[in-house]
């Protein structure tokens, strides 16, 4: 029984980490297209 939540626990370790990875590359892309966004609305009004 010791091993199963070990197992789980590795496991959810393992996907909040490519979670994390994966927020930060969509973070980043978010950011710059927010700031691209509010630039050219900036330009047009």
Known sequence: MSTSPLLATSSTAASADT???L???VSW???FAGAVTA???QVIL
């Open 19 to 21: 979670r994390t990875v």
């Open 23 to 25: 927020l930060n590359q």
């Open 29 to 31: 892309g978010a950011i």
């Open 39 to 41: 630039l050219v609305t």
